[in-house]
């Protein structure tokens, strides 16, 4: 499933074209992998966030996706180094896979494990002693709500 596949109606076209320009023109002038890393987070999180758009069907979900958004730019101004970028970008994307769970799971069935990946975010975040970490623990439940999201959209039609 890509922004691109999920995007019937074209209205996400040069949104997605504008963020893989980002990608491009930012990587110009990263001077370290690590910068480089944080560009790639943010512009998934960019992406995930035409994803859940688009499926979001009801209007449920955008006033949601616009704060994650406005986290990701408001904690880029106090970050300090790439790594707590790749942290902040890490977080952003974990918390729109999560929205995009949420928009796929429509008996409800997901919610408990959704919400659980999200403690677990959160739990951990308490115990993280540096960006490092919570580079891990983002990208960690990324993964978990990714086999979430996954088991959801095997075999559907929207894919």
Known sequence: MTAYELDGAGAYGSVVDGVLTSLETNDDY??????????????????????????????TYGSIVDGVLTSLGTNDDYC???????????YRCAELLAIIAYALDYTGEDAPAIEGILESLESNDERCESAQQQIVNGTYRCVELLAVIARRVEGSARI
Not at 30 to 55: H, K
Request: net charge negative; proline share 0%; glycine share 8%.
């Open 80 to 90: 300090e180094s790439a790594l707590q970028q790749s942290a902040n970008g890490a």
């Open 30 to 59: 990263c001077e370290s992998a690590l910068q480089q890393a944080a560009n790639g987070f943010y512009r998934c999180a960019e992406l995930l966030a035409v994803i859940a758009y688009e499926l979001d069907d009801t209007g």
